[in-house]
């Protein structure tokens, strides 16, 4: 089944603890991309990679750091966490050809104390 | 700034009835629009993807329009059910960027 996926779901944390969001996705898009959710604020691009090596930051990338090492993968990493990254994160991928039609990951709810 | 709105931010409709959900968007140079349906505490799912060059896609009860000079786009949604409930979400991208920018959302409930 073609699908994104996120690891862990859900996460409860405490302030600088290092941290790292999975995402995966088996479509073998080009194209991916890591999004924070915030009520009001709606969906904002933290950061994106087209390729492999190749990231780019988005509208909010402070405090966020991405790493594109193969493929289908596309870890977030969250180096010292604070309580205003509490939020939900979703990933999401596409083919970097044609439609650009993205999918999205299920999200991970992040709670930093 | 590339924006996108999306008004109301909140509907409730009967079931059965037809309605028409609103994305407008700065810039006309657009390379594509999707809408997205996304419920409560899950992820987003991709519902009709809109080139440049089209007006319009349709699948199933949606159909989504695509007005480039005024810079909108609507999805109309047939014969509402209360399985419609759901944010709706409509993401633009732009020919000057690779960036997905997304409107706030309409919070969509069907009662029956």
């Known amino acids: 089944e073609a699908q994104v996926t996120q690891n862990p779901r859900y996460l409860i944390t405490v302030t600088g603890k290092k941290l790292t969001v999975t995402c995966s996705q088996n479509?073998?898009?080009?194209?991916m991309s890591w999004y924070r959710q915030d009520p009001g604020l709606g969906l904002r691009q933290i950061y994106y990679s087209m390729n492999v090596e190749v990231t780019d930051k988005g509208d909010v990338p402070e405090g966020y750091k991405v790493s594109r090492k193969e493929k289908r993968n596309f870890p977030l990493i969250l180096e010292s966490p604070s309580p205003n990254q509490t939020s939900l994160y979703f990933c999401?991928?596409?083919?970097?050809?044609?439609?650009?039609?993205?999918?999205f990951g299920p999200g991970t709810r992040l709670t930093v104390t | 700034k590339q924006e996108v709105t999306q008004i109301p931010a909140a509907l409730s409709v009967p079931e059965g009835e037809n309605l028409v959900l609103n994305c407008s968007f700065t810039?006309?140079?657009?390379?594509?629009l999707q809408w997205f349906r996304q419920d409560p505490g899950k992820g987003l799912t991709s519902l009709l993807l809109i080139q440049s060059s089209q007006r319009e896609q349709t699948s199933g009860r949606l159909n989504a329009s695509l007005d480039k000079s005024s810079g909108r786009s609507t999805l109309y949604i047939a014969a509402s059910q209360p399985g419609d409930s759901a944010t709706y979400l409509c993401a633009v991208r732009w020919y000057n960027t690779d960036k997905l920018i997304f409107g706030t959302g309409t919070r969509l409930q069907v009662f029956p």
């Open positions: 999401a991928s596409s083919n970097g050809q044609g439609a650009y039609e993205q999918y």
């Open positions: 479509m073998n898009h080009e194209y």
């Open positions: 810039d006309s140079a657009i390379y594509n």
